[in-house]
């Protein structure tokens, strides 16, 4: 098993210094899904300003393996006056 390394860039940057051991591609896809989901959960209405962010995932090696790229907005009309 090889480990992976799931960072975040947005107006700061977070590290995954420990990383997670993963048997193959598939499962990096995976967790990259189920990790972006804890995020967005924890952001909660937060994740509605329009800001971009974007979680990157390192091989041992520190190979690009997968990037996941996320902004949420909401329409104009649903923004208070």
Not at 56 to 68: I, P, S, T, Y
């Amino acid at each position: 098993m090889r480990r992976y390394y799931f960072h975040i860039h947005d107006r700061l940057e977070i590290r995954d210094e420990v990383g997670t051991e993963l048997v193959d591609l598939a499962a990096v896809q995976l967790e990259s899904v189920r990790f972006a989901g804890s995020v967005i959960r924890e952001l909660g209405s937060k994740f509605w300003d329009s800001s971009r962010w974007q979680l990157e995932v390192l091989d041992d090696a520190g190979g690009d393996v997968l990037r996941l790229d996320f902004m949420g907005s909401l329409s104009p009309r649903q923004h208070p006056h």
